[in-house]
């Protein structure tokens, strides 16, 4: 009978065990914008915690827009990074510059995420547009949909869980694939920008600007245990109490 018992209760263990090694799974995700498909986009991805946006663009579940503000010409720009193999085809990163709120993305489902990287791409020089001193920032927040962020200082709001800054001078300046630091591993939004400049309208002053490409972001997501696993187990468990009884029967 101990046994017996010692046998269920393993039986039982390890298809919990099953049950938890299942339960979840990653996915990974390249965001390389070769499907932008018009010169610039103006759309507000920060106002909706859900959706596409109207001039937004989507791709691969994940939405790219800008911050919302007063400026009706507010916008980022579609440019062009290289050629495809086929020597036709191009292929397009995300430019920011002075005349936009930033960079902000999210999921359509406005699911939480984990952002692991990034090609920023900000040399320095007139040639390059990017001559102002200074830093970019990076937020991460822990909702979607963040309404009023042009009107705050760029920095410091409720929803921020995470921040990285990049420096921006002739000096220190930055180019290759950027790595997100651990506070960016489950947010549900984040916003680029030049520090100081958290809208779209233009400040007296140098120019700046930044080009966007491959985000890399992981999502996790339930995965049932199939029916299989608990039938098998749960049929076992049943020959394991018909024996028992059996044995008990015998022995009375």
Known sequence: MKQLTT???????????V?????????????????????????????????????CYAESGFVLGVVSDANPTNHLHQELNDIAADGVTP????????????????????????????????P?????????????????FSQADNANLSSGDGTNYATR????????????????????NSG??????????????????VTSGLPYKMRLDNVVIQQTSAVPVPAAVWMFGSGLLGLLS?????????AA
């Open 7 to 17: 046998i269920s209760a393993l039986l039982i263990a390890g298809m919990a065990s």
């Open 19 to 55: 049950s938890g090694a299942a339960s979840a799974a990653i996915t990974t995700t390249t965001i390389n914008f070769d499907g932008l498909n018009q010169a610039a986009y103006g759309g507000h991805s920060n106002i909706a915690a859900t959706g596409v946006c109207a001039d």
């Open 91 to 122: 292929l397009y990163e995300v430019a920011y510059h002075n005349d936009s709120s930033g960079i902000y993305m999210r999921a359509v489902d406005g699911s939480a995420f984990s952002l692991q990287q990034m090609t920023f791409s900000a």
């Open 124 to 140: 320095w020089g007139v040639s390059a547009g990017n001559a102002r001193g200074g830093s970019w920032e990076i937020l991460g």
């Open 161 to 180: 869980v995470a921040y990285q800054t990049v420096a921006n001078s002739a000096t220190n300046n930055f180019s290759g694939t950027l790595a997100l």
């Open 184 to 201: 960016f591993q489950d947010i549900s939004a984040f916003w680029i920008h030049f520090i100081g400049e958290p809208d779209s309208f």
């Open 242 to 250: 018909f024996g028992r009884k059996k044995n008990l029967s015998l």
